[in-house]
């Protein structure tokens, strides 16, 4: 029987949706593959057809979650009058759509976000790639030029830092991670600042 496009969908959702519920209800390491199947009323080996691992969905469940920062992003929600404050609102946003994953967070960050990885997955790739193009365009909103694989691999590298002190922070309304968030922005817009003067200054003629 020919499967349409519709069809696809609809069970790609109900996958997702009964991952979701599973997932909050007994987290990521005690929900199966099977039972993930089970709850979406489809057999264990269809659910392979959506999706190679239980990785895989996790990834688009928080693919999804941002997805709604980005379009807030787009309708400039996050404008602020430094880049510091921006990139602050931006990702505390993130954080608040991530909050029901948080305690899968980690299997995200070992697997579809872990930088070593070259490719594990579209759903992956797009929450790299959406993220990072997102803060270059709010740093050129701040004056600053298209922004080197070395700037972006530093924001990278503390942004996922701070996911992963965000999933296990027992403080009230993990204020600590906020406190972390704003020291590491301060830091890397720190930093920026610093290229970009250096770039300016013109080298002294002998």
Known sequence: ???????????????????????????????????????????????????????????????????????DLARGDFAADSLAEELFAFVAAGLRKLKALRQDLPVVLETSLNPLIVSSGDDSQWLRSSHLEAVSRMAGQHGHKE????????????YTGLLMY?????????????????????????????????SSVKPQNK
């Open 1 to 71: 029987m020919r499967v349409t496009a519709e069809t696809r969908t609809a069970t790609r959702e109900r996958i997702l949706a009964a991952a979701r519920r599973l997932f909050a209800a007994n987290g990521f390491a005690a929900t199966t593959t099977r039972d993930i199947a089970q709850g979406a009323e489809i057999a264990t080996g269809t659910l392979f057809n959506y999706f190679p691992a239980k990785e895989a969905i996790v990834a688009n469940l928080a693919a999804e979650a941002i997805a709604g920062v980005e379009r």
């Open 147 to 158: 922004l080197s694989a070395v700037a972006l691999q530093l924001y990278w590298s503390l």
């Open 166 to 198: 965000w999933a296990n922070d027992t403080s009230p309304r993990q204020e600590d991670s906020l406190a972390l968030l704003d020291h590491s922005l301060e830091m890397f817009v720190g930093w920026l600042e610093g290229q970009r003067d250096n």
